[in-house]
T-cell receptor, first 115, second 113 residues
Framework: GAGVSQSPRYKVAKRGQDVALRCDPI?????LFWYQQALGQGPEFLTY????????KSGLPSDRFFAERPEGSVSTLKIQRTQQEDSAVYLC?????????????FGSGTRLTVV | GENVEQHPSTLSVQEGDSAVIKCTYS??????FPWYKQELGKRPQLIID?????GEKKDQRIAVTLNKTAKHFSLHITETQPEDSAVYFC????????????FGTGTRLKVLA
């Protein structure tokens, strides 16, 4: 696609509900990142995929967070038993390689509100 | 751990004046420093970047400087316009493993007409 596409754009979840957020990266992009952006803050790293391999999940805040990219293209970030502190914008970014020459392209994000 | 500090948190300037945003980073191995502009409700957009083998880079009204010794880099916007109003984020890219970005906390720039 022409850009990084994320869906849904907005999600309201009741506390305790499971949610799934989708990221469709730019076609052919090897690297895919998920970031969490709380209100008024900079994005914070959650996890990184190179193709289908999840090489770094050190930023996932708890075992309620799970991400996958089974075919090396579309990725899903799943949050189980959502809590109010999970409310944030979840940004996906992709880049064409893992090396220095490639910058990120961000998606528009999914704004998650847990009530 | 890795950290990026950004100042100021808010900045108001008159149209036509210059704006400067400063960042410091903790990981001396960081070698790539992008700057993103984020308008309300929109995605962060890359506006300029600099690599550690370069001290300064310009693109029209925007410039970035890097001082590796001090672990400090800055964004300079000249002849500011109302459409420059947004939140600006600096970031430092790690060189280990994932090449993830560590972002600053953002600067809200207001350009007053």
């Amino acid at each position: 696609g022409a850009g990084v596409s994320q869906s849904p754009r907005y999600k309201v979840a009741k506390r305790g509900q499971d949610v799934a957020l989708r990221c469709d990266p730019i076609s052919g992009h090897v690297s895919l990142f998920w970031y969490q952006q709380a209100l008024g803050q900079g994005p914070e790293f959650l996890t990184y995929f190179q193709n289908e391999a999840q090489l770094d999940k050190s930023g996932l805040p708890s075992d309620r967070f799970f991400a996958e990219r089974p075919e090396g293209s579309v990725s899903t970030l799943k949050i189980q038993r959502t809590q109010q502190e999970d409310s944030a914008v979840y940004l996906c970014a992709s880049s064409s390689g893992a090396q220095l020459n490639y910058g990120y392209t961000f998606g528009s994000g999914t704004r998650l509100t847990v009530v | 751990g890795e950290n990026v500090e950004q100042h100021p948190s808010t900045l108001s300037v008159q149209e036509g004046d210059s704006a400067v945003i400063k960042c410091t980073y903790s990981d001396s191995a960081s070698n790539y420093f992008p700057w993103y502009k984020q308008e309300l409700g929109k995605r962060p957009q890359l506006i300029i970047d600099i690599r550690s083998n370069v001290g300064e880079k310009k693109d029209q009204r925007i410039a970035v400087t890097l001082n590796k010794t001090a672990k400090h880099f800055s964004l300079h916007i000249t002849e500011t316009q109302p459409e420059d109003s947004a939140v600006y984020f600096c970031a430092a890219r790690t060189t280990s493993g994932t090449y993830k970005y560590i972002f600053g906390t953002g600067t809200r720039l207001k350009v007053l007409a």
